[in-house]
C-alpha cells in the first residue's frame, strides 16, 4: 500500500529539511536543467555520457539524507533478452520467466522487465553510499529511455516493497512547485536517459524533454456527486498541446487516458511520461494537436463493470472537459484508451458505451468472459476504430482472474474474437512485460496509428 498524498508531502519535507525543491525537466541532467531554467536545484540525478560500454551512459542518483543510517534506491532496471528466452509468449500453460538482468550485463535488444516476471513491478533495490557531506550516492549504466525510481530511509526494503517509499526531491513531480504539491503526492521520480547510437540502442529521444514548444499540465478538481473518496467531487489531470489556442476555430480532439489499477490521474503524466510524449509527437508531426484528459477512475461506489465511473465521465466529465477547454463535442473526435484496469475501462466502454468515442485503445486486457455479438453490437463496433496492444510476456495474456473471479480473456483471444465478429482491429504486441516500458510504446503506437486517423478498412468495391 503506497502513502496517502499527505504523508507522502510530509515524508519529503522531514528527509530533505531545509533543501530547495526546485522542479526539473523530466530526463535532463538536474545541474543542466537548473541552469537551463534558471533555478535552484536540490540534489538530484546526474546523467553523464561516458561514451563506455555497456550502454555509453551513465546516472549518478543522490539523496541528501545526512541523519540516516540507511538509503536505499529502488529502480525500474532488470532488463530480459528475448532472443535467449525459452518461449516468447507468456501463454496459458507457460509463464514467461524473465532473466532479470541488471544494467551492467545490457545488451542492445535487451528491455525493461520486471524479474521475476508479474502484473506488479519488481525492480532491484540497492543499498547507496554515503559521502562525508550526507549526499547518499549510487551510480549505474542505463541504456535509452525513461526510467522510475524512489528512494527507502532506513528501512528494510526489497524488491516488491512500495510502502515508505519516497520520491527524488531534487527531481519531483511536474505538480510541485517550490515544495508544495498542488493535487497528489507520488512517492517516485523519473529520469530520461538518451541513446548512444555507437552502442545500438533503441531511439528512445521521443520520451525525452522536447527541443521546440511544450504542452501544460493542469491539476482540476470538479464536482462528482455520488463520488465516495473524496466525497462528492474528483480529479483530472489536463494536458494542452503546445500553442493551444482558446478561440480557434476548429476545436480540438480529445483523448481520454485511463490509468492502471493502484494508480490514478497522476499515473500516465509521472511515470507515463504523457507530456514529453505528446510535445515530441506533436512537435514532430506525427500527431495533430489535441487535448488529454486523465481522469481518477479510483473511490466510486462498488459497480458492475465500473458502471458508476463510465456514467460519471459520460454526464459529469466531458461536459465540464467541454465547457473549459475548446475541444470537439463529436464522439468522433474522442479517443479512449487505457492500461492494464485502465485497458478494462476501455473494454467496457467499446462494448457498452460504442457511441461516445471513435477510437478505442485496449492495453493489456481483453474482453470479459461471454462476451457476445449480437448483430446491432458488431454494427457499432464497425463504426470505430479499435486498436488492442501487449507485451510479449505479460503474464495477463492468457487473462487476467481477480480474487478468483474472471475479469478478462486477455488481449490474443480479443485479437481473435473481434476480428472473428467481424471487428477489424489494429494490433501491436512488443517485448516486455506488464510494465510502462511496454505502455509507452502502445501509447505512441495508438496515437500514430489508430487515434483520429481514417479508417484503415476499405468499404469500396474492388471490381471482379
Not at 543542466?32 to 540525478?45: D, E, L, R, S
Request: aromatic residues 10%; proline residues 8%; hydrophobic residues 35%.
Amino acid at each position: 500500500m503506497s502513502l496517502t498524498r499527505r504523508e507522502v508531502a510530509r515524508a519529503v519535507a522531514a528527509t530533505v529539511g531545509g533543501a530547495t525543491l526546485a522542479g526539473t525537466a523530466l530526463g535532463a541532467p538536474a545541474d543542466a536543467a537548473a541552469a537551463q531554467n534558471g533555478t535552484a536545484t536540490a540534489y538530484g540525478p546526474r546523467v553523464r555520457h561516458t561514451g563506455k560500454g555497456p550502454t555509453g551512459y551513465e546516472v549518478t542518483f543522490r539523496f541528501h539524507a545526512p541523519g540516516a543510517k540507511r538509503v536505499q534506491l529502488k529502480g525500474e532496471w532488470y532488463f530480459e533478452r528475448p532472443g535467449e528466452l525459452t518461449e516468447r509468449l507468456t501463454g496459458p500453460d507457460h509463464l514467461v520467466e524473465t532473466q532479470g538482468l541488471l544494467p551492467r550485463q545490457w545488451k542492445p535488444g535487451d528491455v525493461p522487465a520486471s524479474h521475476p516476471n508479474s502484473t506488479s513491478p519488481i525492480w532491484p533495490v540497492v543499498d547507496m553510499t554515503k559521502g562525508p557531506d550526507g549526499v547518499w550516492t549510487y551510480t549505474t549504466p542505463l541504456p535509452g529511455g525513461v526510467y522510475t525510481y524512489g528512494f527507502f530511509v532506513d528501512s528494510d526494503a526489497d524488491d516488491t516493497t512500495t510502502t515508505g517509499q519516497l520520491p527524488d526531491p531534487g527531481n519531483p513531480a511536474w505538480n510541485v512547485t517550490d515544495g508544495v504539491v498542488h493535487g497528489r503526492a507520488v512517492d517516485r521520480s523519473q529520469i530520461y536517459v538518451p541513446s548512444d547510437p555507437h552502442f545500438h540502442a533503441v531511439d528512445r529521444s521521443w520520451q525525452g524533454p522536447a527541443n521546440g514548444p511544450r504542452g501544460k499540465l493542469r491539476y482540476v478538481i470538479y464536482a462528482s456527486p455520488g463520488h465516495v473518496t473524496p466525497a462528492d467531487e474528483n480529479y483530472l489531470v489536463v494536458y494542452t498541446p503546445p500553442g493551444y489556442d482558446p478561440h480557434r476555430a476548429k476545436p480540438y480532439p480529445t483523448l481520454y487516458l485511463s490509468h492502471g489499477g493502484g494508480e490514478d490521474e497522476m499515473g500516465w503524466s509521472t511515470q507515463g511520461d504523457l507530456a514529453n510524449i505528446m510535445d515530441n509527437l506533436i512537435g514532430q508531426g506525427e500527431i495533430a494537436p489535441m487535448v488529454v484528459v486523465m481522469p481518477n477512475a479510483t473511490g466510486y461506489a462498488s459497480s458492475t463493470q465500473e458502471l458508476a465511473h463510465r456514467t460519471d465521465l459520460i454526464e459529469r466529465v466531458f461536459p465540464w472537459v467541454e465547457e473549459h477547454y475548446n475541444v470537439s463535442t463529436s464522439a468522433s473526435d474522442r479517443a479512449y484508451t487505457g492500461l492494464s484496469a485502465g485497458g478494462m475501462r476501455t473494454v467496457y466502454l467499446l462494448l457498452d458505451n460504442t457511441e461516445q468515442f471513435g477510437y478505442y485503445g485496449v492495453m493489456s486486457a481483453g474482453l470479459p468472459p461471454g462476451t457476445t455479438f449480437g448483430a446491432a453490437r458488431v454494427a457499432a463496433l464497425k463504426e470505430v476504430s479499435v486498436y488492442v496492444g501487449c507485451g510479449w510476456q505479460d503474464p495477463i495474456n492468457p487473462g487476467f482472474t481477480l480474487n478468483g473471479t474472471a475479469l478478462h480473456r486477455g488481449p490474443f483471444r480479443a485479437v481473435r474474437d473481434l476480428t472473428a465478429a467481424g471487428v477489424h482491429v489494429q494490433s501491436d504486441f512488443v517485448d516486455g512485460g506488464h510494465e510502462w516500458h511496454v505502455w509507452r510504446i502502445l501509447l505512441k503506437d495508438f496515437l500514430t496509428r489508430v487515434a483520429f486517423l481514417p479508417p484503415t478498412t476499405a468499404s469500396a468495391a474492388w471490381g471482379t
